[in-house]
């Protein structure tokens, strides 16, 4: 197990979580809380999958952000004329589909590594989509340029004030939702830039809930930046839990991330495809970065309170369906069911 307690935690240091995004969310037509699911077979009292796979006809939880951080965006400037992001693949989905949805262009920046049926997704919702050969930062930094036009918006969820800050606004209502669903001790979630963990940490800060952040073992920014007490940049060779696959925390997440997450655990990919393969079993199609809960709360056996109620943010469903069906029939040669 590798795990990380934070040294840090101080829950009355976290910043509380904004109500605002809910009534908005609740507002948009096709709008329900998404299920949870209960896992049997583990020796402590509950564990339930929040199920994100379909989440306003999208398959992740992401549009939460993006439809309130646009919100808010035009509120300010309603006279924007086109939105930029940048993303591993379901954030600049989000985007693509809320700006649409607003009669915006977007143009969307993903990393050279990013699997070809993301790019098309993107592309499917009316977006122009460019390929940076480099990273998710580079790609970061060419949207970066793009905001600064005249007109146009940077809606990103990773970065200071503004569009990061209401992405985790946005995500609070993931969060409502859980708290009106049942009673949760322990939550883990994935983190790749931060921005959903943060929303996490403030729910958890805000109802006396343990969390917990689930990271790639090779893109474990949150770990080395809680270790270090401070931001740290790490060396991201690759990860199939794309969503995750981030070098670097966003600085509108920080402050919640440093008081408000008690631990992290990092898991391999390895790790996430058998625990894609188990909720699979289950009747649950998740994607890599949703599995990684799962594969966490494996690692964490044996060191929860037999009584620990645990909730596990499945962030996704399968978004490169050719991918996630190659890890199920790896099943027999990974040797496990």
């Known amino acids: 197990m590798s795990f990380l307690a934070n040294p840090a935690v101080d829950p009355e240091a976290v910043p509380p979580a904004s109500a605002e995004a809910r009534a908005f969310h609740v507002s948009l037509e096709g709008y329900e809380p998404t299920p949870l699911h209960d896992l049997p077979g583990f020796d402590i009292a509950r564990v339930a999958v929040k199920d994100e796979s379909h989440r306003l006809g999208l398959p992740a939880f992401k549009v939460l952000g993006a439809s309130w951080a646009l919100e808010r965006a035009l509120c300010e400037k309603p006279d924007l004329q086109a939105v930029v992001a940048a993303s591993a693949g379901n954030h600049g989905r989000a985007v693509a589909h809320v700006a649409a949805q607003r009669g915006l262009p977007a143009r969307v920046y993903l990393p050279a590594r990013s699997a070809q049926a993301r790019r098309d997704a993107i592309a499917a919702e009316d977006a122009e989509v460019v390929v940076v050969d480099g990273s998710y930062e580079d790609a970061v930094q060419r949207a970066a340029r793009d905001g600064e036009q005249p007109g146009v918006l940077l809606l990103s969820d990773v970065g200071g004030s503004g569009p990061p800050e209401w992405v985790i606004d946005g995500y609070a209502t993931l969060f409502s939702e859980i708290a009106a669903q049942g009673e949760f001790d322990v939550v883990i979630v994935p983190a790749g830039v931060g921005s959903l963990t943060a929303a996490a940490a403030r729910f958890g800060a805000a109802n006396g809930v343990t969390v917990i952040a689930a990271e790639p073992a090779t893109a474990a920014c949150l770990t080395a930046s809680l270790a270090a007490g401070r931001p740290t940049r790490v060396d991201t060779p690759g990860t199939t839990m794309a969503g995750l696959d981030c070098a670097e925390v966003s600085p509108a997440a920080w402050p919640s991330l440093l008081a408000g997450i008690h631990g992290t655990v990092t898991v391999t990919d390895d790790e996430a ?39 596990l943010i499945a962030t996704e469903g399968p978004t490169d369906p050719a991918a996630y069906e190659r890890v199920l029939a790896s099943a027999g040669a990974a040797g496990d069911g």
């Open 273 to 311: 495809h058998a625990a894609m393969r188990e909720l699979a079993a289950a009747g649950l199609a998740i994607g890599e970065s949703g599995a990684a809960p799962l594969a966490a709360l494996h690692s964490l056996a044996g060191t929860l309170d037999p009584a620990s109620r645990v909730v």
